[in-house]
């Protein structure tokens, strides 16, 4: 891994070799097994889980639909307790804001707590090319920085790693970072632990500017809050005096009250615990306590164009809490990497194509990524259907049609490399029109069935490489339905 995700090949191939990676599979399935199975415990505890289900996934709709509102409302409740709104259309306009904000200060280093919208728009590398330093606090990020590499789970991003290679990583980079690992470090978590935490007080007790997203914000009050279990957000939230927090324009929420919902549907769906070990909340700036300065940049990045599609939109929804991730086949075998963004995964599958668009190869290969077994479907704490959008995105893939791009609406072309699909899916489509082609079309199929391929020709092999053709039965139900019903209700 090169620590970006650009210029990274379609799912298919980079899947191809990763599935192949013993290593990185052992340490996914034990992972994801001993997170997934620990969650369903956590939720069985509650006999209002579904409620508790409904009703996120209601706010949350409710909260897209008057999204605008609720937005302005924040910018003037946040404004008025001392901070200072700034708003990005895309990733590049957040990251400017964002460098220029740290140049301002004079610093030319930041500590920062872990944060998808940062990820997202790649910060790390627009402040490096500024000459800012970014240390990341969380121990998982901190991994995934040290080693060069890139988150692979939302909740774990270094879950591909096991302990031992942990344990090279800090040997050999953590001393180019700052204080070095202890000699002789082995690999027992507790060694390991206490090396990140020697490193990282450096950090937090020198940092001038912290950088964080935030997993909710609060329209009524102002309220960021941000949800953790190691303790590192805190220092970072605290201690630096000016805070600069990047957060999604879905993360809102109406009231103070809403978040009652979250608290339990969030902790138990990600870490399986009955609530977070740290939650902490900040609204605007406070004498004497906390950062001096914050700044709250609230990132569109293809936000607005998702909520404009009636189905897609429910990616909207999600909280990040990674259930998807640790119930899905296709993760478990493929690894994170593979989805090429910052969002692995299920989710990653319909909100990637969402965010970016379906024109690049890796982007249109996403939302097939999936066997649509439905476990994602199930775990999700507020309810997105899933497997609906991934249909949904695969029409689009194929067939082209409106979708809105920046604000504007536009027809978008049939991606590449799907004609084969296209011209089966008019074929059926014709037939399913006429039922005297239909009934010709299974009789023929019928008899000629022993000279069936088991293996599809053409562009259709790959489909069959890992499938069994369903057999062609001899008489079609129609056929069926006729003999034995008699011709008039066979009609
Ligand atoms: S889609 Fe649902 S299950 Fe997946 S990360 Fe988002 S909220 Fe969690």
């Not at 990820?119 to 627009?126: I, K």
């Not at 999700?380 to 689009?396: F, K, Y």
């Not at 062609?472 to 008699?486: H, L, M």
């Amino acid at each position: 891994m090169s620590g970006t995700y650009l210029g990274m090949p379609a799912f298919p191939t980079a899947a191809a070799s990763s599935t192949q990676d013993g290593r990185l599979r052992a340490n996914l399935r034990y992972a994801t097994h001993t997170i997934r199975d620990k969650r369903a415990k956590a939720v069985a505890e509650l006999d209002d889980w579904a409620r508790l289900r409904a009703a996120g996934a209601a706010v949350k709709d409710r909260t897209l639909r008057h999204l605008d509102h609720y937005l302005e409302q924040l910018e003037e409740a946040v404004t008025a307790a001392g901070g200072q709104v700034h708003w990005a259309a895309d990733a590049a306009e957040a990251n400017a804001i964002v460098a220029r904000l740290v140049r301002e200060t004079g610093e030319r280093e930041v500590v920062k707590v872990k944060s998808m919208a940062t990820q997202e728009t790649g910060l790390n590398r627009t402040l490096a090319e500024a000459g800012i330093s970014a240390y990341e606090t969380d121990l998982a990020e901190l991994i995934v920085q040290l080693g060069d590499d890139l988150p692979s789970h939302i909740l774990v991003p270094a879950i591909h790693r096991n302990r031992g290679e942990i344990r090279d990583i800090f040997r050999e980079q953590m001393g180019r970072w700052g204080r070095a690992a202890p000699e002789g470090l082995s690999d027992a978590p507790g060694e390991l632990a206490e090396a990140a935490r020697l490193h990282l007080r450096e950090k937090f007790l020198n940092a001038k500017v912290g950088i964080s997203g935030a997993n909710f914000m609060v329209a009524e009050t102002g309220t960021l809050v941000v949800v953790e279990s190691e303790g590192n957000g805190r220092m970072c939230l605290t201690l630096p005096e000016t805070l600069i927090s990047v957060v999604g324009i879905e993360k809102i929420v109406p009231t103070w009250q809403d978040l009652e919902i979250f608290l339990q549907l969030l902790p138990r769906s990600s870490t399986a615990e009955r609530m977070n070990p740290y939650t902490s909340m900040w609204t605007g700036t406070t004498d004497g306590d906390g950062p001096r300065t914050f700044h709250l940049v609230l990132l569109d990045n293809g936000r607005t164009d998702t909520l404009a599609d009636t189905v897609g939109r429910q990616a909207l929804r999600c909280i990040r809490c990674s259930a998807c991730l640790n119930v899905c086949p296709v993760y478990e075998r493929a690894g994170g990497h593979a989805y090429g963004s910052a969002y692995p995964g299920p989710i990653g599958a319909i909100l990637t194509p969402q965010l970016r668009g379906t024109a690049s190869e890796l982007d249109a290969s996403l939302p097939y990524a999936s066997s649509l077994c439905g476990a994602c479907y199930e775990v999700c704490p507020v309810a997105i259907d899933i497997p609906e959008v991934l249909v949904h995105l695969r029409e689009r893939v194929v067939q082209g049609g409106k979708v809105t791009r920046r604000g504007v609406k536009t027809v978008l072309k049939p991606a590449k490399g799907h004609a084969a699909e296209r011209a089966a899916m008019r074929a059926a489509g014709f037939a399913f029109d006429h039922p005297g082609v239909l009934r010709a079309g299974q009789r023929l199929a019928g008899r000629t069935r022993r000279l069936h391929p088991r293996r599809l020709p053409g562009p259709g092999h790959a489909w069959s490489d890992t499938r069994d053709l369903p057999p062609v039965p001899a008489e079609s139900f129609r056929d069926w339905w006729r003999r034995t019903r008699g011709e008039e209700q066979g009609k």
